[in-house]
């Protein structure tokens, strides 16, 4: 039976709405989120083809916060995120509570076997971070059934850990992954922005100007020098560490000690300015 909301429904619990998606016959689109939702966010969700039911959801998951105070101070800001989601045009909106997606406890976690992109740039520094991420996307994948998942490329390691995960679990739903989205400094944009100060929001550009120059210096140095020089040059612009800036195999994250105008790779950065830790990425 078809079955296109007239406006945007919420649903706060699972039985309900998978009872409402179980009565159409449309394929599922969905863009699981964590809210402080941005124009990144709504790009996800303006691909899913309009003849689909296009699902968000908003959830701030604990499983996957190695840094209690990140946890904490994770903004939140549901009713903007509500408005925006309207005016994008998104059929449903899935909002559950902790104690609905975890009612036997947020510690209740399956291991998931994510071999060495769990061991390597996020995975080194958030240990434990991708099991959760897995924990709760196979939860929402199981309750939504998507056809066709959709996330953002400045989270590259974490598309890559959600692809191995749909072939663990089997999930027949379709990763499709979307360019990132910058402001007009250049700067990617992330819900974790709003919490830079001024001052910290100026020097945050510095992050992407840097990556450009590593593109650019490709093949006049080696990656491992590259990544040393780039890293200086955050630490001279206001970022007080960093955790890594390297160059990596786009297909499964080996790090390279050499590149070549053919190699199909990514360049990756980590580093913190003031309490808040920007990531990024950047394709040669």
């Given amino acids: 039976m078809p079955f296109k909301p007239l406006k945007m429904i919420i649903f706060r619990t699972i039985k309900p709405l998978q009872n409402r998606l179980g009565r159409s016959t449309e394929k599922i689109s969905f863009v699981p989120t964590m809210g402080a939702l941005h124009d990144g966010h709504i790009s996800l969700l303006k691909m899913a083809p309009k003849d689909t039911i296009r699902v968000c959801s908003i959830f701030v998951n604990p499983t996957q916060f190695n840094d209690p105070s990140d946890y904490q101070h994770y903004?939140?800001?549901?009713?903007?995120?509500?408005?925006?989601?309207?005016?994008?045009?998104?059929?449903?909106?899935?909002?559950?509570?902790?104690?609905?997606?975890?009612?036997?406890?947020?510690t209740h976690k399956e291991h998931y076997d994510l071999g060495d992109l769990e061991s390597v740039f996020?995975?080194?520094?958030r240990p434990g971070h991708y099991q959760g991420v897995c924990q709760v996307v196979d939860k929402l994948l199981s309750i939504v059934r998507p056809d066709t998942l959709f996330m953002g490329q400045k989270d590259y390691q974490q598309c890559m850990v959600i692809r191995r995960l749909l072939e663990l679990k089997k999930h027949p739903t379709e990763l499709v992954m979307g360019p990132t989205l910058r402001e007009t400094d250049g700067l990617a944009m992330s819900s974790r922005n709003v919490r830079l100060t001024p001052d910290e929001r100026q020097q945050a550009v510095s992050i992407w100007k840097t990556l450009q120059w590593f593109r650019?210096?490709?093949?006049?140095?080696?990656?491992?020098?590259?990544?040393k020089q780039a890293s200086e040059k955050l630490l001279s612009n206001g970022f007080h560490k960093v955790d890594y800036f390297t160059l990596a195999?786009?297909?499964?994250?080996?790090?390279?000690?050499?590149?070549?105008?053919?190699?199909?790779s990514v360049i990756l950065c980590a580093a913190f300015l003031g309490q808040v830790r920007l990531i990024d990425n950047l394709f040669p």
């Fill in 122 to 125: 996020e995975g080194e520094f």
């Fill in 216 to 227: 650019e210096n490709l093949g006049k140095y080696s990656p491992a020098d590259l990544g």
């Fill in 249 to 264: 195999d786009a297909r499964n994250l080996t790090p390279l000690k050499e590149w070549t105008p053919d190699t199909e």
């Fill in 75 to 106: 903004p939140v800001t549901i009713e903007k995120d509500i408005e925006k989601l309207t005016e994008a045009g998104v059929d449903i909106l899935f909002l559950p509570s902790v104690e609905e997606m975890y009612p036997e406890g947020p």
